[in-house]
């Protein structure tokens, strides 16, 4: 029901800023909660931002302070910026579009391909 597409990553040196965008497509984009996730090498996956469809962020304690997670309904679009980056933030960043099914007690999650972030000098 939902397709998603990440943009905005690359290579930055460290203290350097990006910001990632993910344009959804397919349904009620307003409906979904949205995050960001993250994986590095050798690591597991794990969540970096949230924001839920009314527009409440949580973030990882790594990141709180120097990133920041934004939507905008009206483009079906979400944001991670992150500034003062760090070496070990460098992974894979994916978006992530999920809902909860009450009358099906389900929850149903979509990811997107991912984008690269590399933070090196």
């Known amino acids: 029901q939902v397709q998603l597409v990440e943009s905005g990553g690359g290579l930055v040196q460290p203290g350097g800023s990006l910001r990632l965008s993910c344009a959804a497509s397919?349904?009620?984009?307003?409906?979904?909660?949205m995050a960001w996730y993250r994986q590095a090498p050798g690591k597991e996956r794990e969540l970096v931002a949230a924001?839920?469809?009314?527009?409440?962020?949580n973030y990882a304690d790594s990141v709180k302070d120097r990133f920041t997670i934004s939507r905008d309904n009206a483009k079906n679009t979400v944001y991670l910026q992150m500034n003062s980056l760090k070496p070990e933030d460098t992974a894979v960043y994916y978006c992530?579009?999920?809902?909860?099914?009450?009358?099906?007690?389900?929850?149903?999650?979509?990811w997107g391909q991912g984008t690269q972030v590399t933070v090196s000098s």
């Open positions: 924001i839920t469809s009314g527009g409440s962020p």
């Open positions: 992530n579009a999920n809902r909860y099914n009450v009358l099906l007690n389900r929850r149903r999650d979509y």
């Open positions: 397919g349904s009620i984009f307003s409906l979904y909660a």
